[in-house]
Nanobody, 121 residues
């Protein structure tokens, strides 16, 4: 059983910053790629940023230069530093990770429960 628990969301004025965390726990042998997604009301869930186990990153064009994804492999924790927040960044942010399953011998994809981020204008 694997759990992903996000924290760090909240309400901030436009131009402000927030740092999201996602802690993975449970039966974990190794974690592959980790990602942040977000979903705004009435919109589809979209990929915000991803990071491989080796540290390679990718970002959605809308957040490049403002958001930074990072991870601490020793703590099985994923982070998202969000600067210069805009009202259009308002959404529920979800953590997503590929976790190695000793049962299936493959990576299995897991989701967190989400954390609300609101940037007010």
């Amino acid at each position: 059983q694997v759990q992903l628990v996000e924290s760090g969301g909240g309400l901030v004025q436009a131009g402000g910053s927030l740092r999201l965390s996602c802690a993975a726990s449970g039966s974990i042998f190794s974690i592959g790629t980790m990602r942040w997604f977000r979903q705004a009301p009435g919109k589809q869930r979209e990929l915000v940023a991803g990071i491989t186990s080796a540290g390679s990153t990718n970002y959605a064009d809308s957040v490049k230069g403002r958001f930074t994804i990072s991870r601490d492999n020793a703590k099985n924790t994923l982070y998202l530093q969000m600067n210069s927040l805009k009202p259009e960044d308002t959404a529920v942010y979800y953590c997503n990770a590929d976790v190695w399953s000793a049962i299936t011998g493959t990576y299995r994809n897991h989701w967190g429960q989400g954390t609300q981020v609101t940037a007010s204008s």
